[in-house]
């Protein structure tokens, strides 16, 4: 990228002119070296700091979002006997919309992105994530078709490499998705793997293979310690497969889109819905 370019420039230019005037190989390449580090680091705050106002922008547009839809939900609660659905119509309008919204800002990073190899991939890691919100898979597997050395969306956040693990299930390749969660389940220790422990062993479960899913569970239940992990070990254990649920590991679960959230019943009100006592 430039900046490598460019330091590298500078690092050349550096031992040219300290090898014209006959300095010592030792200081030549001492400052040669200082040279071409201290241009990298210089381009990389320099680049970061006008980077930052690009990430600011859509960092408040998200959170402006979410305070608005937090509002909402409040205001809803404040007033019992509302309509549940048509509530959760207009959050699920609501969510579309931020995402599209944040789809839309990381265009603001592209111009960084021939700065860093980094920046191109934190780019792609966060419209993998817009889009499988919105459900658009097709973009989200073309994403994920980049992945390789150096290239391809960041895995350092457990719900990406989820996302990344649904596809392969999705698409048919069992074998990808292993793949994917014996490489990745080492870098996250303790309860931050809970969600991949638990997207697994459904794998394993909806493709028939109960026992594989036991033996996920059961190193879930060490290294984690949560209680749904122990609960699906035993319906498994008792032939129960169709009391397995991931249903208690909450919102993180369901944004994998591969159950549906159990539906919210709408409260009734008795007696006189202007007056909670019925009179």
């Known amino acids: 990228?430039?900046?490598?370019?460019?330091?590298?420039?500078?690092?050349?230019?550096?031992?040219?002119?300290?090898?014209?005037?006959?300095?010592?190989?030792?200081?030549?390449?001492?400052?040669?070296?200082?040279?071409?580090?201290?241009?990298?680091?210089?381009?990389?705050?320099?680049?970061?700091?006008?980077?930052?106002?690009?990430?600011?922008?859509?960092?408040?547009?998200?959170?402006?979002?979410?305070?608005?839809?937090?509002?909402?939900?409040?205001?809803?609660?404040?007033?019992?006997?509302?309509?549940?659905?048509?509530?959760?119509?207009?959050?699920?309008?609501?969510?579309?919309?931020?995402?599209?919204?944040?789809?839309?800002?990381?265009?603001?990073l592209e111009p960084f992105r021939k700065w860093s190899i980094l920046t191109g991939r934190q780019i792609a890691t966060m419209r993998l994530q817009f889009h499988y919100?919105?459900?658009?898979?097709?973009?989200?597997?073309?994403?994920?078709?980049?992945?390789?050395?150096?290239?391809?969306?960041?895995?350092?956040?457990?719900?990406?490499?989820?996302?990344?693990?649904?596809?392969?299930?999705k698409n048919d390749d069992l074998e990808g998705a292993k793949k994917v969660y014996k490489r990745q389940i080492m870098w996250f220790r303790g309860d931050r793997g809970a969600l991949l422990y638990g997207l697994m062993s459904w794998i394993y479960v909806k493709t028939g293979e109960p026992d594989e899913a036991r033996r996920v569970l059961l190193k879930a239940k060490e290294s984690t310690g949560v209680e749904i992990f122990a609960r699906n070990w035993e319906h498994l254990s008792n032939d129960r497969v169709k009391s397995f649920s991931n249903a208690g590991l909450g919102d993180e679960w369901f944004s994998l889109y591969l159950e549906n959230p159990p539906a919210v019943k709408q409260q009734r009100m008795r007696g006189n819905p202007r007056n909670p006592r019925g009179f």
């Open 1 to 108: 990228m430039l900046s490598l370019l460019i330091s590298a420039l500078v690092a050349i230019a550096l031992a040219s002119a300290l090898n014209a005037s006959h300095a010592s190989t030792g200081t030549t390449v001492i400052f040669t070296v200082a040279g071409f580090f201290g241009s990298f680091f210089l381009i990389g705050f320099l680049v970061r700091k006008k980077m930052s106002k690009a990430q600011g922008a859509l960092q408040e547009s998200m959170l402006s979002a979410q305070k608005r839809m937090q509002r909402k939900v409040q205001q809803f609660q404040n007033k019992p006997g509302g309509n549940v659905k048509q509530m959760q119509r207009q959050i699920e309008m609501d969510q579309q919309l931020m995402l599209k919204q944040g789809l839309e800002l990381t265009k603001g």
């Open 133 to 169: 919100q919105l459900k658009e898979f097709d973009k989200v597997d073309e994403i994920l078709a980049t992945c390789g050395f150096l290239r391809g969306p960041l895995m350092m956040e457990p719900m990406t490499v989820a996302m990344r693990m649904a596809r392969c299930y």
